[in-house]
């Protein structure tokens, strides 16, 4: 491949460069657009419990709301997490490369907990350690005929070129429309989830049926979630304070059910911590926990950035449900408190990108920022900076609450495109200088691409190395690219 490239007279690779540099400067040519597009959706209501898609799994003590998550730091281990309604049988987790051969078991753990008057089943965690890189492995959970199998495949080594294919869900809840947006994410080919946070919105209901929709929302996802690891960030759904019902810890249930590899990224809270996966560093950030200076999540974001090798891992990726620029009115400038506090290590980092949710439409950023802002110059609209994340708002899973559909007017300067419908995103990794990025509009019957731009990597696409490297193995695949556009 590298023999076929260096073949190329030098003027093919720079017109090669110099059309992807124009396709991708779509993203910052500044001038945003609101779309008018207007899907019929279906009513913002959600499922009715006795629906097929919280079917039960057949047998007594059956395991159901069976999802995996990333488990270690660098993608080789998983936690499998599952719910039993009675008696707390053994939490092993049987395990191979092949179908139906299960060599290797792990034990986890099980746990129970009340929320009110809702008694929840056991929820099983259980760490599948020292697994092979880009490996597809099969596993068993439950007892006799009662167990299920499911499958997964882990990422490829970590490394700067390694490939990969993320998906971006958020604020889902489980209504029809929730359903829509996980049918088409299904044929999107991405291979995890980044979820930016509101899950279940079981806090939407009291007593008992709080549990009983968490309960339901683990049965509703598991069709992917069983298969593919999705990185948790919590939201504000997740902090069920009910004190009128005696539920005074906040994310009880959320922490109870959905594990996070938080210690393995130094962090003392499930709620912060980080993964790199491929050649991407995922940095996950809680909107709804402190962050202000000394802070817990201060003091570990500020050695985490200090852990991020880009020449290992050239995508620096940031999740938070509250996004930190929304030209929205629903939520507007919510996410300026954090964006006081962080916007300056992300701009110093040069964070490629930056996924939130809280806001039901979607919306993209130019590479903006506002970190020359101080109350004594008074200096304090968001300008173009070249260093600066593409924030990219994705709460448009579809939940109960329906759209944000009124947009500030006029769109902003640093507003690229929005709009108030359903989807999800897709993030493709190409390599360590460019990753194509999709948001997806849920569509009647069928998958749109709309929103869609070449992302070039802020360390390698701007590092005096690429132009020695650019000659070598890259072109290929960004002859690819081209094609795509
Ligand atoms: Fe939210």
Redesign the pocket.
């Known amino acids: 491949m590298i023999g076929t490239v260096n073949s190329r007279p030098s003027w093919f690779v720079q017109v090669i460069f110099a059309a992807i540099t124009f396709l991708s400067y779509g993203a910052r040519v500044y001038g945003g657009i609101t779309s008018t597009f207007v899907r019929s959706e279906w009513p913002s209501v959600d499922i009715p419990l006795d629906n097929e898609v919280f079917a039960v799994p057949k047998g007594h003590n059956a395991p159901q709301q069976v999802h995996i998550t990333q488990g270690d730091y660098d993608g080789k281990a998983v936690i499998v997490s599952w719910v039993t309604t009675d008696t707390p049988v053994l939490s092993v987790v049987h395990f191979g490369t092949s179908p139906g051969r299960y060599t290797l078991s792990a034990k986890g753990t099980a746990t129970n907990y009340t929320f009110h008057n809702y008694k929840s089943g056991y929820v099983h965690h259980c760490l599948l350690e020292g697994l092979k890189y880009d490996t597809k492995y099969y596993y068993k959970i439950g007892e006799g005929d009662s167990s299920r199998e499911f499958s997964f495949q882990t990422p490829p080594k970590i490394g700067p070129d390694a490939p990969y294919k993320f998906g971006i869900i958020g604020?889902l809840g489980q209504t029809y429309n929730s359903l829509s947006t996980l049918e088409h994410y299904m044929h999107s080919g991405a291979q995890a989830v980044l979820f930016v946070?509101?899950l279940s919105y079981a806090d939407r209901y009291q007593y008992n049926d709080v549990g009983l929709r968490w309960d339901t929302w683990g049965r509703f996802i598991e069709k992917i979630a069983a298969y593919q690891p999705w990185l948790w960030a919590a939201?504000?759904?997740e902090i069920e304070y009910m004190p009128y019902m005696g539920e005074v810890i906040p994310f009880k249930s959320y922490l109870y059910r959905y594990a996070t590899p938080y210690l393995a990224s130094k962090s003392t809270s499930p709620l912060w911590y980080a993964v790199r996966r491929a050649s991407a560093h995922i940095i996950v950030l809680s909107s709804y926990s402190p962050f202000v200076k000394y802070t817990p999540q201060w003091m570990w974001l500020r050695e985490e950035l200090k852990r991020v090798d880009r020449e290992k891992t050239p995508w620096l990726i940031v999740l938070m449900?509250v996004p930190i620029y929304n030209s929205n009115d629903a939520h507007f400038m919510e996410g300026e408190s954090m964006r006081s506090v962080f916007e300056r290590w992300f701009v110093r980092n040069k964070v490629d990108v930056i996924f939130a949710?809280?806001v039901h439409a979607y919306e993209r950023s130019y590479r903006i920022s506002n970190i020359h802002y101080n109350v004594s110059t008074g200096d304090r609209y968001p300008i173009p900076d070249e260093s600066a994340p593409v924030y990219i708002t994705v709460?448009d899973g579809g939940n109960q609450e329906g759209l944000a559909g009124r947009f500030r007017d006029p769109q902003p300067d640093y507003s690229a495109f929005r709009e108030a419908s359903y989807g999800h995103s897709t993030l493709e990794i190409k390599n360590r200088t460019h990753a194509l990025y999709h948001w997806n509009r849920n569509d009647d019957g069928r998958k749109v691409a709309t929103d869609s731009f070449v992302l070039q990597n802020q360390y390698w696409a701007t590092n005096g190395r690429r132009r020695r490297l650019k000659k070598n193995h890259y072109l290929t695949s960004l002859v690819g690219q081209i094609a795509t556009y």
Request: aromatic share 0%; proline share 0%.
């Open positions: 604020d946070g509101d939201g504000n759904h449900h949710g809280h709460g």
